[in-house]
């Protein structure tokens, strides 16, 4: 016949021991290891999308460039601006900057032909190479459109 239980105390005189209501170190460290491991795994994942999303804004911002000084130009006879002041705020309300790096990078990259008749703008932003674009790209030439297209 088994002893009584009284107090977590065996009635004769054994302890009795009762379960504990916590983790154990060796559950607290394998979690804290998977958790490690999954970061490990997908911080360099994240870090290509965000590259991604800027590279996409940044083409969003030349198309919408683009069709302002295109839009310019349709009023003007063809002739496009001799810079990209002229087309705020009727055509565009500002002059968008890179994400990539949070300035007007565009201004400084966009070229007109001597005739008036032909324009490039691509971005001068030096971060554009962390996902895969070489010097002034990406850029919009009006005659090819977006370069380097998807």
């Known amino acids: 016949?088994?002893?009584?239980?009284?107090?977590?105390?065996?009635?004769?005189?054994k302890l009795y021991r009762r379960p504990s209501r916590g983790f154990t170190l060796l559950e607290l460290l394998t979690v804290l290891f998977i958790i490690a491991t999954l970061a490990a795994i997908m911080v360099p994942n994240v870090r290509r999308a965000l590259?991604?999303?800027?590279?996409?804004?940044?083409?969003a911002n030349l198309k919408n460039l683009a069709t302002a000084v295109t839009l310019y130009g349709n009023d003007y006879d063809q002739?496009?601006?001799?810079?990209?002041s002229k087309v705020t705020p009727t055509y565009i309300k500002i002059i968008p900057s890179c994400n990539a790096t949070s300035t007007d990078t565009y201004t400084a990259g966009y070229e007109i032909s001597d005739d008036f008749r032909a324009f490039t703008i691509s971005c001068k932003g030096t971060n554009h190479a962390s996902y895969g674009y070489g010097a002034d790209e990406p850029y919009y030439n009006?005659?090819?459109g977006i370069m380097p297209s998807e």
Do not use: D, E, F
């Open 79 to 84: 002739n496009y601006p001799a810079t990209l």
């Open 1 to 13: 016949m088994g002893a009584l239980r009284t107090n977590g105390r065996l009635a004769k005189g």
């Open 51 to 59: 590259w991604k999303t800027q590279a996409v804004s940044c083409k």
């Open 142 to 144: 009006n005659s090819i």
